[in-house]
């Protein structure tokens, strides 16, 4: 049984991605890592970076993200796709650049790729999810947060990228990530494992850098630049006291970011959320409602881009 990783990024160094983090994370369990980089601003380093991990597993594709895709996050599919069409394993593992595996994790992961390896019905395999927060010690536990994701999947022609790449799906024929027809769920089984994902840890006027260009492939290049040019130039978090708090150990790999750890000042614990912005999901009293139903009878109308084979 072979397993190859495979992820996109662009401009990472410099929007706080732990990309090399992500890849190291999974390094361990993969025979090969394929990972896209897009060509990204002149003062980011994140090639150089990831070429200096110096491993011969790692492949790294140049690419060029062109705007005329710069729609609904259809590039972050298009991008996914290039690394995940040039893997060679038997079983793709997709970490995206703000996400880590802890290596506890990593003999469960591969002896559940070696069960299911003969086992034809299953196209994915699906992971629980950690949704840090501001900083390390907390993360979303309410409604609102995908609380599972496709992360390892077959090595199938007709298995793409979907939508801004958060999933994956089955296309009879395909034309793009968005589309809904000629298209069906995987058939997935649970892997007893986490993605903990820090994609909103990082300084908060870097947080509102990483909005905008997220926001930028979902919106157009010119709307975003128009919205950011009069937004805060610090993203607020909010009070921090409204999410749940991590009892448990990150990564090893994530430890030296951990130590850089440096916008406490920045952050609100406590407190009511500024009555002046609009307020994040999981502050408004609906959604807080709808969390506490959810712990008792399970997930209300979250995404669920799956069939769950038991």
């Keep these: 049984m ?14 706080y991605y732990p990309t090399v983090e992500a890849i190291k994370s999974i390094l361990p369990i993969c025979s090969e890592f394929v990972i896209a980089i897009g060509k990204g601003d002149a003062d980011d380093h994140t090639r150089e970076l990831i070429a200096a991990i110096d491993d011969p597993k790692i492949r790294i594709i140049d690419t060029i993200w062109e705007e005329k ?13 290039i690394a995940m069409k040039e893997c060679t394993g038997d079983w793709l593992f997709y ?31 699906l992971f629980d ?22 992360r390892i999947v077959r090595n199938l022609p007709k298995i793409h990228s979907y939508q ?34 820090y994609g909103w840890v990082r300084p908060p006027h870097l947080m509102q850098n990483k909005r905008r260009s997220l926001d930028s ?9 128009d919205y950011y040019s009069k937004a805060p130039e610090y993203f607020d978090y909010g009070p921090l006291s409204l999410l749940g708090q991590f009892k448990g150990t990150h990564p090893t790999v994530m430890q030296d970011m951990i130590e850089r750890f440096d916008w406490q000042d920045k952050l609100q614990y ?6 002046y912005r609009k307020p ?15 712990k008792v009878v399970g997930h209300i109308g979250t995404f669920k881009n799956y069939k769950l084979i038991k």
């Design 95 to 125: 970490v995206q650049a703000d996400e880590v595996v802890h290596e506890k994790y990593l003999p469960i992961i591969e002896k559940r790729c070696e069960e299911l390896l003969g086992d034809e019905r299953i196209e994915g395999l």
């Design 217 to 225: 492939v979902h919106w157009g290049k010119s709307r975003a630049e």
């Design 129 to 150: 999810y950690v949704h840090f927060w501001g900083d390390y010690q907390h993360y979303h536990d309410g409604h609102g947060w995908y609380p599972n994701e496709i």
């Design 280 to 294: 994040h999901k999981h502050e408004l009293l609906k959604y807080r409602l709808i969390s506490l139903l959810e």
């Design 164 to 197: 801004s790449a958060q999933s994956f799906r089955w296309f009879d024929t395909y034309d793009n990530p968005r589309q809904e027809t000629d298209t069906r769920k995987l058939q997935v089984a649970r892997v007893d494992a986490k993605i903990y994902h």
């Design 69 to 81: 895709y710069f729609k609904r996050g259809m590039i972050n599919s298009y991008q996914t796709d």
């Design 270 to 275: 406590t407190g009511k959320p500024n009555p």
């Design 2 to 15: 072979k397993i190859s990783g495979f992820s996109f990024v662009r401009n990472g160094e410099k929007l």
